[in-house]
Nanobody, 127 residues
């Protein structure tokens, strides 16, 4: 299984970026793909997640209304549209896949519950 995140960059506050996560080798019945981020000196935190089976989405409170997760019809690419970016969104963003079983509404943001990780992409929000 390989996950490749891309789309990061430098953007001014209020700007937008679209991250993409391309997954290869995932089992057909994988359960979810999530986006996480980690800022220097901070723990990795869940940003958003999409369930594979029903498309249910989850968001961290800090990004609700600004970020949108979506996927292509083949379910092999997951995007994270990030609007109205703030300096506190600056972090390395990672995508991860869960294959061991369904995720509940509280576990989606726990990085320990994911099985595969891609390399991160840097997002810097600064004027």
């Amino acid at each position: 299984v390989q996950l490749q995140a891309s789309g990061g960059g430098l953007v001014q506050p209020g700007g937008s970026l679209r991250l993409s996560c391309v997954a290869s080798g995932l089992p057909f019945d994988y359960y979810a793909i999530g986006w996480f981020r980690q800022a220097p000196g901070k723990e990795r935190e869940g940003v958003s997640c999409m369930s594979s089976s029903d498309g249910r989405t989850y968001y961290a409170d800090s990004v609700k209304g600004r970020f949108t997760i979506s996927r292509d019809n083949a379910k092999t690419t997951v995007h994270l549209q990030m609007n109205n970016l703030k300096p506190e969104d600056t972090a390395v963003y990672y995508c991860a896949a869960r294959t061991r079983g369904p995720l509940g509404p509280t576990a989606w943001g726990d990085p320990r519950t994911y099985d595969y990780w891609g390399r991160g992409t840097q997002v810097t929000v600064s004027s």
